[in-house]
C-alpha cells in the first residue's frame, strides 16, 4: 500500500499562488506516475495533471497549463503543485493520485490506486 498526503492549501486572492505538496510513503518503489485531480462543490473530479516518476515528463490539463506547474522530488517521493495567477474558479478540493507499475494515470481518473484525503484551496475574487 501507498499512502499520500497533501498540504499547502488555504485561502488566496485571486491572482496569487500557491504551493500543494504531497507526501508519499509505504511501498513507493513500485509508483509509476503521480498526479493531481481536484472536485469543485457540486462538480465531479477533474484531472489537473500528472507526472511519471522516472523520467519526469509531464502532462497538465488544459485549464491549467500556464499557470500550474507539476513536478517531484524522487529522493522524498513528493508531488508538487505550483499554482501561480489562481482564479476563482480554481476553487476546490485538490486531491493527490498515484498509480503502480505501468499504471498510467488517466483523464478519467482510471488507473488511479492511490488518493490523498485533499487539501482544500479556496480563491477570493
Not at 485531480?37 to 509531464?58: C, D, H
Request: charged content about 20%; overall charge positive.
Amino acid at each position: 500500500q501507498v499512502q499520500l498526503v497533501e498540504s499547502g492549501g488555504g485561502l488566496v486572492q485571486a491572482g496569487g499562488s500557491l504551493r500543494l505538496s504531497c507526501a508519499a510513503s509505504g511501498r513507493t518503489f513500485d509508483i509509476y506516475t503521480m498526479g493531481w485531480f481536484r472536485q469543485a462543490p457540486g462538480k465531479g473530479r477533474e484531472f489537473v495533471g500528472r507526472i511519471m516518476r522516472n523520467s519526469g515528463i509531464t502532462y497538465h490539463a488544459d485549464s491549467v497549463k500556464g499557470r500550474f506547474t507539476i513536478s517531484r522530488d524522487n529522493t522524498n517521493i513528493t508531488l508538487y503543485l505550483q499554482m501561480n495567477s489562481l482564479k476563482p474558479e480554481d476553487t476546490a478540493v485538490y486531491y493527490c493520485a498515484a498509480s503502480r507499475s505501468f499504471r498510467i494515470i488517466q483523464t478519467d481518473s482510471s488507473m488511479v490506486d492511490y488518493w490523498g484525503q485533499g487539501t482544500q484551496v479556496t480563491v477570493s475574487s
